[in-house]
């Protein structure tokens, strides 16, 4: 089946730094979604992306959709405790179709 | 707007015993579609619902199965557990109009932590 793989696994950065993850596939997506889970929780969702080079901002968070339509990526700026959670990218190849999940990036803030 | 919301929270069964999960969409939302969450990973696409019928399916086996209802709550339905499927299921809601690029964006209940014993 599809496979996302995103990068890092995890990270554990300062509170005020700023935050670079991706997600990579070997299949072309027509949309890209970002979610953040925490404990105990199901994932809420950040972004949505659908055109290959699109760039879109949520407060602190921007997302973009990649040009190749095999990757995207997701950039937190200053970020704060409240941050802390799993990431999730996840990619539809048509419209209506299930989202494929990634592993999920695991970000931890340091006061 | 009422989110989505799942029950019950929390479940513990005994292997070979089958389960019902359920789940309440968005308002104004059509399709329900469920995951499988195992701990430390992603979600893993189950099954969706569209009008009460499947519609789409991931590699899980035929003793998972599902039921959307007129109001478009849904039921995930779960024969001869196995330990391998204690982990958390999620159902989100989307709305999936047609031409509407952005009714496909999915949005996730609390979750089902089910536990096989």
């Known amino acids: 089946g599809q496979q996302l793989n995103q990068s890092p696994q995890s990270m554990f950065i300062q509170e005020g730094e700023d935050v670079s993850m991706n997600c990579t596939s070997s299949?072309?997506?027509?949309?890209w979604l970002w979610y953040k889970q925490e404990p105990g929780e199901g994932p809420v969702l950040l972004i949505a992306?659908?055109?290959?080079?699109e760039l879109t901002s949520n407060g602190r968070l921007t997302a973009q959709f990649g040009i190749t339509r095999k990757d995207s990526f997701l950039n937190i700026s200053a970020s704060i405790p409240s941050d802390v959670g799993i990431y999730f990218c996840?990619?539809?190849?048509?419209?209506?179709?299930?989202?494929?999940f990634g592993p999920g990036t695991r970000l931890s803030v340091l006061p | 707007e009422t989110g989505v919301t799942q029950s019950p929270t929390h479940l513990i069964k005994t292997r070979g015993q089958q389960v019902t999960l359920r789940c309440s969409s968005q308002?104004?939302?059509?399709?329900v579609s469920w995951y499988q969450q195992a701990l430390g990973q992603g979600p893993q696409f189950i099954f969706q619902?569209?009008?009460?019928?499947?519609?789409g399916r991931g590699n899980f086996p035929p003793r998972f199965s599902g039921l959307q209802f007129p109001n478009y709550s849904s039921e995930l339905n779960v024969n001869a557990l196995e330990l391998d499927d204690s982990a958390l299921y999620l159902c989100?809601?989307?709305?999936?109009?047609?031409?509407?690029?952005?009714?496909?964006?999915?949005?996730f209940g609390p979750g089902t932590r089910l536990t096989v014993t």
């Open positions: 992306l659908y055109k290959a080079g």
């Open positions: 989100a809601s989307s709305s999936r109009a047609s031409g509407r690029l952005r009714s496909y964006e999915q949005y």
């Open positions: 299949s072309i997506f027509n949309t």
């Open positions: 308002s104004g939302h059509n399709t």
């Open positions: 996840a990619g539809q190849l048509r419209y209506g179709q299930n989202f494929v």
């Open positions: 619902y569209y009008r009460e019928e499947e519609n």
